[in-house]
């Protein structure tokens, strides 16, 4: 007898969903079927408010015409282009419009598909870079605890989220991870930027002092750690560890997945922290989630290194089949325009007093032990159930299904990261949901 499934079209058992718990979600799955703007629509007709953007990345709202459309008319005019000896006119259009918007060191941009591959082109690009300038001794990568990086080997083997690594047995040799900044016995309850812990920075002059700075190529942190649950980082943090790494010939790489395209209400994390990055990766929002992309941007320095030798040579063995894939391009290119006339990332930056205020009005909500907040992002941070962690923040995310809006959950936090095209209305539906949804958990 053939163990094939039965596949009809509402079986749910073919799919393996990723970071899903897949048991409890076929027994009672949450299925979305349309969106617009800031819902979604549920198979049972209910509109469900967006509190985080898809994830993460839907910053300006769902179903925009402009990029729909962009995409259609891309996919009946050059559907597909090869990526690597050939080109087509929107790629290159978009990496200028990309090297316009960016930080005004950046002047080259890498194509790829997602967040995780942006991560490990990253990752290659400095080790090939160090190599190219002679210094291949530099070999070590250093990442930090709490860090997501994505899901490919070099991204978890810098990352510092230990079910993602210990699953596999294998990760990157010589990395090692500065400590995280979170630090809620002094900075609980913060609004904004938290006070105390720039000195966390100097645990990267340990780990010069352990291994020598001759052998390190790049340090990779997010300017906010998002899916760890919004650890901001302490004031003058970022700048310090900007200043140990040009002190010691190691490149910064920012991974700006979730801090890219006005999050944080300016074009890039590295805007709103004033710290120039020497490599920076994006995805997400560079196309609002509706075209899997990413983009990796390095500086002319960068760049520059692997331009010698003879011209018909290639220089970086590296890339996709899909980088730069036109509808991916056309959808960006609408995306970039949609966030420049619309002013959203202004937007997003005039919002957060009020998403600020709104979310600390939880404080004295049951079980609630740190609320943190920045841009258009925030967490609120729950008391763990002994020997059931996990639970209660789940049993939010259920209970704020039921009531109509999508929130996410990591460990016993809950993020919150709207489209920036949210209301000040909606601010309030997710808030006051949450507040309900907090009375009735135990
Ligand atoms: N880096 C960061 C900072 C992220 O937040 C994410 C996704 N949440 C990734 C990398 C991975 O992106 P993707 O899921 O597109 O591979």
């Given at each position: 007898?053939?163990?094939?499934?039965?596949?009809?079209?509402?079986?749910?058992?073919?799919?393996?969903?990723?970071?899903?718990?897949?048991?409890?979600?076929?027994?009672?799955?949450?299925?979305?079927?349309?969106?617009?703007?800031?819902?979604?629509?549920?198979?049972?007709?209910?509109?469900?408010?967006?509190?985080?953007?898809?994830?993460?990345?839907?910053?300006?709202?769902?179903?925009?015409?402009?990029?729909?459309?962009?995409?259609?008319?891309?996919?009946?005019?050059?559907?597909?282009a090869p990526?690597?000896?050939?080109?087509?006119?929107?790629?290159?259009?978009?990496?200028?419009?990309?090297?316009?918007?960016?930080?005004?060191?950046?002047?080259?941009?890498?194509?790829?598909?997602?967040?995780?591959?942006?991560?490990?082109?990253?990752?290659?690009?400095?080790?090939?870079?160090?190599?190219?300038?002679?210094?291949?001794?530099?070999?070590?990568?250093?990442?930090?605890?709490?860090?997501?990086h994505?899901?490919?080997?070099?991204?978890?083997?810098?990352?510092?989220?230990?079910?993602?690594?210990?699953?596999?047995?294998?990760?990157?040799?010589?990395?090692?991870?500065?400590?995280?900044?979170?630090?809620?016995?002094?900075?609980?309850f913060?609004?904004?930027?938290?006070?105390?812990?720039?000195?966390?920075?100097?645990?990267?002059?340990?780990i010069?002092?352990?291994?020598?700075?001759?052998?390190?190529?790049?340090?990779?942190?997010?300017?906010?750690?998002?899916?760890?649950?919004?650890?901001?980082?302490?004031?003058?943090?970022?700048?310090?560890?900007?200043?140990?790494?040009?002190?010691?010939?190691?490149?910064?790489?920012?991974?700006e997945?979730?801090?890219?395209?006005?999050?944080?209400?300016?074009?890039?994390?590295?805007?709103?922290?004033?710290?120039?990055?020497?490599?920076?990766?994006?995805?997400?929002?560079?196309?609002?989630g509706?075209?899997?992309?990413g983009?990796?941007?390095?500086?002319?320095?960068?760049?520059?290194a692997?331009?010698?030798?003879?011209?018909?040579l290639?220089?970086?063995?590296?890339?996709?089949?899909?980088?730069?894939?036109?509808?991916?391009?056309?959808?960006?290119?609408?995306?970039?325009?949609?966030?420049?006339?619309?002013q959203?990332?202004?937007?997003?930056?005039?919002?957060?007093?009020?998403?600020?205020?709104?979310?600390?009005?939880?404080?004295?909500c049951?079980?609630?032990?740190?609320?943190?907040?920045?841009?258009?992002?925030?967490?609120?941070?729950?008391?763990?159930?002994?020997?059931?962690?996990?639970?209660?923040a789940?049993?939010?995310?259920?209970?704020?299904?039921?009531?109509?809006?999508?929130?996410?959950?990591?460990?016993?936090?809950?993020?919150?990261?709207?489209?920036?095209?949210?209301?000040?209305?909606?601010?309030?539906?997710?808030?006051?949901?949450?507040?309900?949804?907090?009375?009735?958990?135990?």
């Open positions: 007898m053939s163990n094939r499934l039965q596949a009809t079209p509402n079986d749910l058992r073919a799919f393996w969903m990723p970071f899903t718990a897949n048991r409890q979600f076929k027994k009672d799955p949450r299925m979305l079927v349309a969106a617009k703007d800031m819902h979604f629509t549920a198979a049972d007709g209910r509109q469900i408010l967006d509190g985080t953007a898809g994830l993460w990345c839907v910053n300006a709202g769902h179903c925009r015409p402009r990029i729909t459309e962009a995409i259609s008319q891309q996919a009946g005019e050059l559907d597909y990526a690597f000896q050939m080109g087509h006119p929107k790629a290159f259009e978009l990496a200028n419009r990309l090297i316009d918007i960016a930080p005004d060191n950046m002047g080259h941009v890498l194509f790829t598909n997602s967040g995780s591959e942006s991560v490990d082109t990253a990752l290659k690009v400095a080790l090939a870079y160090q190599r190219a300038k002679g210094e291949g001794s530099r070999f070590r990568l250093i990442g930090r605890e709490r860090g997501y994505g899901v490919n080997f070099g991204g978890i083997s810098v990352g510092g989220i230990v079910p993602n690594r210990k699953m596999f047995g294998t990760l990157l040799t010589g990395v090692d991870h500065l400590p995280h900044t979170h630090l809620p016995e002094k900075n609980a913060t609004r904004g930027v938290p006070e105390h812990g720039a000195d966390l920075a100097d645990e990267l002059n340990r010069i002092a352990l291994h020598d700075a001759s052998t390190i190529a790049a340090v990779i942190v997010e300017p906010v750690a998002g899916s760890t649950g919004v650890l901001i980082p302490p004031q003058g943090y970022l700048k310090r560890l900007r200043e140990i790494c040009t002190q010691h010939g190691i490149l910064l790489i920012f991974d997945v979730i801090t890219g395209f006005g999050r944080l209400g300016s074009a890039f994390g590295a805007d709103h922290f004033d710290v120039k990055p020497d490599i920076m990766i994006t995805a997400k929002g560079l196309t609002n509706v075209v899997p992309m983009a990796v941007f390095v500086t002319p320095e960068i760049h520059d692997f331009m010698h030798g003879p011209e018909n290639i220089e970086f063995f590296h890339g996709y089949t899909y980088s730069g894939n036109p509808l991916a391009a056309a959808a960006a290119l609408a995306t970039l325009e949609t966030y420049k006339e619309e959203l990332f202004e937007r997003a930056n005039e919002l957060a007093p009020y998403w600020q205020d709104a979310l600390h009005s939880l404080k004295d049951r079980n609630v032990i740190d609320i943190r907040n920045i841009g258009l992002v925030g967490a609120i941070e729950l008391e763990p159930i002994a020997g059931q962690p996990t639970k209660r789940f049993d939010c995310f259920l209970r704020a299904w039921e009531k109509g809006c999508l929130i996410r959950t990591t460990g016993d936090i809950i993020a919150l990261s709207p489209p920036l095209i949210v209301e000040k209305g909606q601010i309030d539906q997710l808030v006051d949901t949450l507040r309900d949804v907090l009375q009735e958990v135990d």
